[in-house]
């Protein structure tokens, strides 16, 4: 039987084990999911195979600098306990370490590269860790930037890690300023740099809505436009960093702040922590029981 890349993936999900594992675990059982699992377990290769089903919406962002390049990630877990755990903070640490020195191009290519460059694969590190804390745990998603000695990269985490901001600023080295654009972002959420980084489509569409708000509004046609132009400016304030009212003294834009410094921005990354995940309806009590559960097991 072909072993398909979906298969893997599938017994993967299952499982939580390697895919070279589970690709060999497929090849061994003719494809039968099932055996596959079993042949898994019997090998000590499904640690977290019991976890792979489970919620994990919580967990920490992370930035690690080494000289001109910079890594922001986050990684899940089922509760935030465990984002106080040290094993927990040490696979941030390993992780940004990992991603800044063998910088892989996708989640998918950093956990089957070995880590550091030696030793066993970033997947397996990840699982041995979801052995001893006993939660599921998951590398989420990553951004590398790379600088010149002549910038700045700015990095803020809020509350430890519930949102991480990572910004790249060209014609400074001012570190401090950097990351007070950094600040910035985690405050207002923007989602674009400027104007020009908004894309076209995304901006017709709003334009067509905003007309339509206007003339059902009664306003009289051959004002619309204006009024449709002005009110497309409050979108561009809401979007875009350099737009926006600079949280640090609202009466500049960001672009005018970063301006006098004879800087601009050259991107950013933004995280928030379980962003467009399902998060788990749990009470307090109940978190606190699993949480001691999971420790008892």
Not at 96 to 124: F, R
Not at 132 to 137: A, L, Q, T
Not at 169 to 180: P, Q, V
Request: glycine share 8%.
């Amino acid at each position: 039987m072909a072993i398909t890349a979906q298969l893997v993936k599938e017994l993967r999900e299952k499982t939580g084990a390697g895919m070279m594992d589970c690709k060999k675990a497929l090849q061994e059982t003719d494809g039968d999911m099932e055996k596959a699992i079993e042949f898994l377990r019997e090998k000590g290769m499904a640690k977290a195979a019991k976890k792979a089903d489970r919620i994990a919406a919580e967990g920490l962002a992370h930035i690690e600098v080494d000289g001109n390049i910079a890594v922001l990630l986050e990684v899940n877990c089922e509760t935030d306990f465990v984002t106080k755990n040290d094993q927990f903070k040490q696979l941030l640490s390993e992780l940004g370490t990992h991603i800044v020195q063998q910088k892989p191009e996708t989640v998918e290519d950093a956990l089957q590269q070995k880590l550091h460059g030696d030793g066993d694969t970033v997947e397996n590190y990840i699982n041995a860790t979801v052995g001893k804390i006993g939660e599921k745990i998951s590398l989420r998603r990553f951004t590398l930037l790379n600088k010149t000695d002549n910038d700045a990269f700015g990095a803020y985490l809020h509350m430890g890690g519930t949102i991480g901001v990572l910004t790249l600023l060209e014609g400074t080295s001012d570190e401090n300023f950097a990351k007070d654009i950094a600040m910035h972002a985690a405050a207002v959420s923007p989602r674009y740099v400027s104007k020009d980084d908004v894309p076209e489509d995304e901006v017709n569409s709003e334009r067509e809505l905003l007309k339509t708000q206007a003339l059902n509004e009664g306003k009289p046609e051959h004002i619309v436009e204006k009024m449709v132009e002005g009110r497309l400016g409050k979108f561009f304030e809401e979007i875009c960093l350099l737009e926006q009212d600079f949280v640090k003294d609202p009466d500049q834009k960001v672009k005018k702040y970063v301006a006098d410094k004879n800087a601009s921005v050259s991107t950013f990354a933004r995280y928030e922590v379980g962003e467009g995940m399902e998060k788990r309806e749990e009470n307090f009590a109940e978190e606190v029981k699993n949480q001691m559960n999971n420790q008892a097991n």
